[in-house]
């Protein structure tokens, strides 16, 4: 690199000097020259380098985004984030939430913020959560704000639990996640924006890496309508 | 090179600037790589407001703190709102810490042990208790050694290696009905003490 360097120096001022009292010149004009050009080219890379790092971090961080994470439709889960082999980004990325892992021993965390169509969880919208969970003691749905936290709502009502749903004659839930009251089992939306879906199960042999999590099945996450974004 | 040579450089072809420009890109996407790893790495070691720290300002060490239901101002997020949790922070270097909790039939619970970098070493539910209770203890590396070299009766107790001395220890009781008032209830018969 440092051969381009001193080429792009070029015909420096201090070679046209005369040759005799110029042997310290000429070697401070065009080598200070390029020592200049190749330290500002160090800077440069140097603060891209730091920006663009930086900068991806705080992406993976702010977006939840995991090399380690695995996809099951809508779904997204950690397998090994609640074991002390938890990966690195689970660990920034908790360490920066302030929330507590979900330890293996206990159960494992899916986390929805898109239906099955691909677009992202609406708090205006309506949606059907329905099908076969992954067999567990208990288990859990939860709404929750982009932050992580409950929505408010007149209802004080926060999540859906399996031994208290409304199940039909084949022991199947259909739940109904929606800003609007609903019949039968409704978790209630509130507010503006994007929101998550959680589904925590517990006492569950799924976890800890120890399943092949591509053959689970989860239930779906059908949108089915929305409300105008008045 | 005291002596500049005299012989006219050769301009600067395009290739020249793109192989430059190109060494340049990869030298700034190297750099970017390693300080994307080491943030990812240090995080955990620097973050200000991290679950160990919330642990700290809500429960005393060596003290079981219920913590308020989850709601829209739950200082702890991405919790289960159907949960009620108490949390215990530990420091092992003032010795093992014990953990015991008696079951309900009725509830879940579940005992789970985090390091204070974020690590969740070790956690179970009251299906792994022994007659009514679960009971363990949490050793640093060292003293469980010590405690094998001292002892000619090992004891009964399940004894739990911490990769830390400091952590905390979270109760999560869920209830099949009556909600996180009910399993509440499981929660204040639970012991953590050193």
Request: charged share 25%; glycine share 12%.
């Given at each position: 690199m440092s051969a381009v360097l001193h080429a792009r120096s070029g015909p420096a001022p201090g070679r046209s000097a005369p040759s005799a009292a110029s042997g310290r010149r000429t070697r401070h004009g065009p080598s200070r020259a390029a020592w200049l050009a190749a330290f500002l080219r160090r800077i440069i890379i140097g603060l891209g380098g730091v920006g663009l790092g930086l900068g991806l971090t705080q992406l993976c961080v702010t977006h939840r985004w995991d090399v380690a994470a695995v996809h099951i439709g809508a779904w997204t889960f950690w397998p090994?984030?609640?074991?002390?082999?938890?990966d690195p980004y689970a660990r920034a990325i908790f360490a920066r939430s302030g929330e507590l892992a979900l330890s293996a021993g206990e159960g494992v965390v899916f986390t929805a913020k898109r239906d099955d169509r691909g677009d992202r969880l609406d708090r205006h919208c309506t949606y059907r959560v329905a099908g076969q969970v992954p067999s567990a003691r208990l288990w859990t749905l939860a709404a929750l704000g982009t932050e992580g936290l409950p929505l408010p709502n007149a209802a004080d009502r926060h999540v859906l639990l399996s031994s208290s749903v409304l199940r039909d004659s084949h022991g199947d839930a259909e739940l109904i996640v929606s800003p609007e009251v609903q019949p039968g089992n409704w978790l209630p939306l509130s507010g503006d924006g994007a929101f998550l879906l959680t589904l925590h199960l517990y006492d569950t042999p799924i976890g800890g890496g120890g399943t092949d999590a591509s053959k689970l099945t989860l239930p779906s996450i059908t949108p089915l309508g929305c409300n105008s974004h008045a | 090179m005291p002596e500049t040579p005299a012989v006219p450089r050769a301009r600067r072809s395009v290739a020249d600037h793109l192989v430059g420009l190109g060494l340049s890109l990869a030298a700034v996407f190297v750099v970017a790589g390693i300080v994307h790893i080491v943030s990812i790495l240090l995080i955990p070691m620097l973050a200000p407001n991290d679950a160990f720290a919330r642990v700290s300002a809500l429960a005393p060490p060596g003290t079981l703190t219920l913590l308020p239901p989850?709601?829209?101002?739950?200082?702890?997020?991405?919790?289960?709102?159907?949960v009620a949790v108490a949390l215990c922070r530990y420091d092992l270097r003032t010795g093992p810490l014990r953990v015991t909790a008696s079951i309900d039939e009725q509830i879940m619970l579940a005992v789970s042990f985090h390091s204070r970098r974020g690590r969740p070493f070790y956690g179970l539910t009251?299906?792994?208790?022994?007659e009514g209770k679960i009971d363990l203890v949490v050793m640093t590396a060292e003293q469980i050694a010590k405690l094998d070299t001292e002892d000619e009766d090992p004891l009964r107790e399940v004894r739990i290696e911490a990769p830390e001395p400091e952590g905390f220890v979270e109760f999560d009781a869920l209830a099949r009905t009556g909600g996180p008032e009910r399993a509440a209830d499981v929660l204040r018969s639970a012991q953590c003490k050193v």
């Open positions: 090994k984030s609640g074991t002390a082999e938890i | 989850a709601g829209p101002a739950s200082p702890v997020p991405f919790r289960d709102p159907a009251d299906r792994s208790g022994n």
